[in-house]
């Protein structure tokens, strides 16, 4: 009997919680309501503006691992390695479709 007294002893404890947090969080929600669309279109900004830092760090992201990769390939030829321009092509390509798909997806938004 002392366990019944227990567990029902929580049940009025555990819903007044539970209308605690739909009450205050229908108030959040209700303060923090605005338009749609307005929201939409300040996200929209923010993307545009940041995209051509964007755009630029890829770039340069795209230089560096060419760097890189001309190292590993230098370093492979003087080794004496077969796979160097199996090597070379891999990093040559990798560089090449970082830059195409910046610039593609730079022109297919328009920005």
């Given at each position: 009997m002392g366990n019944v007294k227990k567990i029902l002893g929580r049940g009025p404890i555990i819903t007044k919680r539970a209308i605690t947090t739909l009450i205050?969080?229908?108030a959040s929600l209700y303060a923090s309501a605005q338009d749609g669309n307005a929201g939409i279109d300040a996200a929209n900004d923010q993307v545009r503006n940041y995209f051509d830092s964007?755009?630029?760090?890829?770039?340069a992201v795209g230089a560096l691992l060419g760097l890189i990769g001309?190292?590993?390939?230098?370093?492979k030829w003087n080794a004496?390695?077969?796979?160097?321009?199996?090597?070379?092509?891999a990093w040559f390509g990798s560089c090449v479709f970082l830059v195409v798909?910046?610039?593609?997806?730079k022109s297919f938004f328009a920005i």
């Open positions: 205050l969080a229908g964007g755009t630029n760090l890829m770039y001309a190292v590993k390939v230098y370093q004496g390695d077969p796979d160097t321009s199996k090597v070379a092509a798909v910046v610039t593609v997806i």
